[in-house]
DNA sequence: CGACGTATACTCGCGAACGAGTATCAGGAT
DNA sequence: ATCCTGATACTCGTTCGCGAGTATACGTCG
C-alpha cells in the first residue's frame, strides 16, 4: 500500500460511505487526482486492497437497472487510523524524492552548452506560464474555498517559482559567459568526443549516502 | 523505456565499452543513482531493453575463472542519439510530478491543526539538517570536481530550501494563530467528525485541467 | 426519432519493476 | 589454516500498476 490513491479514496470515504465511481468523481471534483498523480485504472485495484487489509468494508451491493453491481464502501476504524498515519508519515518525513529535471541536468553535459541554453529557455518559458496560470487559479479559488483547502496548491507553486528562479540564474551565467569552464565545455562538443580526462573530473566527493 | 537507470546507463557507457556491473559501479561513483533514483534490481532489466532497442549492442561476452559470464556492452549511433533526445526533453519540458509532501498536504485537514504543527516542525528541522550536509557536501566537491558536473546539486539545494522556507512561513501562520479558519478547524477535531457542510466548500474552482 | 456524444460503472491482461536470492572470489582477521 | 566479510556478477518470481477495453444509460441536436 504506497499508491497515492488509496490516500485520496481513504480521505474521501471517511466522509460517507460511497462506491468507487462516486470516489472517483470526488477526487476529481476536489482536485486530490492532481496532488496524487491518480491514474484512474487503479481505482478498482486500489479499493479492493483497502479491503483485503481491512481498512474499508462493503457496506452493501446494489443493483440498478441493467447497470453492473455497484459496491458500496465504508471505512472502519483502521482505516481511519491509517488515513492519519499515512498523512504524518508523508507530512512529517521529508524523502528525497527524484526529479526528472534534475536527471536531465545530470546528464547535461553531453549536450553543448549553446544548445543547453535554448532548452533552459524552453523550459523558464512553459514554467512561467504554468506560474502565472496556477497564480490565477489560485486567486480566483480563494474567493469560495478556505485555505486550508489550498496549502497544497500554494506550496507547489512556491516550488515552481523556486525552479524558475533557479533556471533563470544559471540561464544568465551561460549566456552571459561567466560560467566557469564554458570554452572547454564548448570544445569538446565542436570537436568529436568527451576527452576521458573529463570524465574522471566527474567523480564526485561522495562523503554522505 | 522511461526508466531513468537507463538515461545513467546511456550516459556511463558513452564513455567506453563495459559490462553492467561496472556501469553499476560507476553511476554510484558519479552519484547519479541518487539523481536518478536507482533501484539496482532493474539494472539487467534495463541494460537488456536498451539492447532489445538498437541503443547498445553486445561487444563480446567473456569468461574469467569460475564467475559467471561478463556480456560487455557498447552504445551504438542511436543510443548516442537517443540519450541526447532523452536529456532535451527532460531538460526542455517541465512536468508536474506528484510530491509526497504535497500529497500529505492535500490531506492535511484530517489532522488536528497544533498536531499538523508540530507534524510541520518536524519536517522542517529534518529539512535543515539536510541541507546543511548537502551545502557541505557541495562546497566539498566544488573543490575537485567542475560546476558543470554539480549543477544537479544546486539545483536540488535550491528547491529543498524554498521548501523549508515555504513550511517555515507556513508554520509561523498555524503557531501565531493568525491562519484563517483556525478556531473552525480545531474545533472539528475536538467535538467528533468533520461536518459535512465543509466537505462541500473543499470543491475548488477547477477551471484547468 | 434516431444517432451521436458523454457520463456511469467496472474488468482484464500485459508487462515493467524490483526485492530477494545465488554463487564465486579476494583479502584480512583470528 | 580457516573463517568471515564484502565485493563481484547476475537471475528469478511476484507484485502491482495501469492502459485499454466493455457495456449500459441519458441527454440533446438536428
Redesign the interface.
Known sequence: MNN?LG??VL?TV???PMHPYEMATLIR????D????VKWGSLYTVVRNLERHGFLAVEETVRQGAHPERTIYRITDAGRAE??D??????????????????????????PPD??AG??R??LA??DE?IT?QRE?LD??R??????????A???L??R???A??VRS?LEELTAGS???LDL?RAWHESGR?P?EV?E????????D
Open positions: 497515492l490516500l485520496a480521505a471517511v466522509e460517507r471534483a476536489r482536485g486530490k492532481r496532488d496524487m498523480g488515513l492519519a499515512w498523512a504524518r508519515d508523508l507530512i512529517a518525513t521529508p524523502e528525497r524524492e527524484q526529479s526528472r529535471f534534475q536527471a536531465g541536468l545530470s546528464v547535461g553535459a553531453v549536450l544548445e543547453l532548452l533552459l524552453r523550459r512553459l514554467l504554468d496560470a487559479m480566483t479559488a474567493r469560495e474555498v478556505p485555505r486550508l483547502f489550498l496549502v497544497e500554494e506550496y507547489e512556491a516550488v517559482e523556486a525552479e528562479s533557479w544559471f560560467f566557469p569552464g565545455w568527451m576521458p570524465a573530473l566527474a567523480e564526485r566527493g561522495r562523503t554522505t
